[in-house]
Nanobody, 130 residues
């Protein structure tokens, strides 16, 4: 079992920044990678970014590339998502997710697939006003 707790969401004006945190606990040693997803009202949950624990390789959705940055702290079992140059269309609930088993190589291939992730946090709301 892996437990995930997100924090750092809030209300920010367009162009502003936020830093989301995800604290992982439990059997985190079985995880190959972590991802951030988001879900806006009336829309499907979508991939935002992912990072591998072992190599720190990062991956981004095209819509956030150059604005968001994902990072991890292996010693603290923490994953972060820095959100810069925020836009109203970034408004959503942001979820942290953990993939266990398999290999780092396979995780990299499947990183955008919701079904690749085994554990999810409760989500944190990000609201960007225009």
């Amino acid at each position: 079992q892996v437990q995930l707790v997100e924090s750092g969401g809030g209300l920010v004006q367009a162009g502003g920044s936020l830093r989301l945190s995800c604290a992982a606990s439990g059997r985190t040693f079985s995880s190959n990678g972590m991802g951030w997803f988001r879900q806006a009202p009336g829309k499907e949950r979508e991939f935002v970014a992912a990072v591998t624990w072992s190599t720190g390789s990062t991956y981004y959705a095209d819509s956030v590339k150059g604005r968001f940055a994902i990072s991890r702290d292996n010693a603290k079992n923490m994953v972060y998502l820095q959100l810069n140059s925020l836009k109203p269309e970034d408004t959503a609930v942001y979820y942290c997710a953990c993939a266990v088993g398999g290999s780092t190589w396979y995780f990299a291939l499947q990183r955008e697939n919701l079904n690749e992730y085994d554990y999810w946090g409760q989500g944190t709301q990000v609201t960007v006003s225009s």
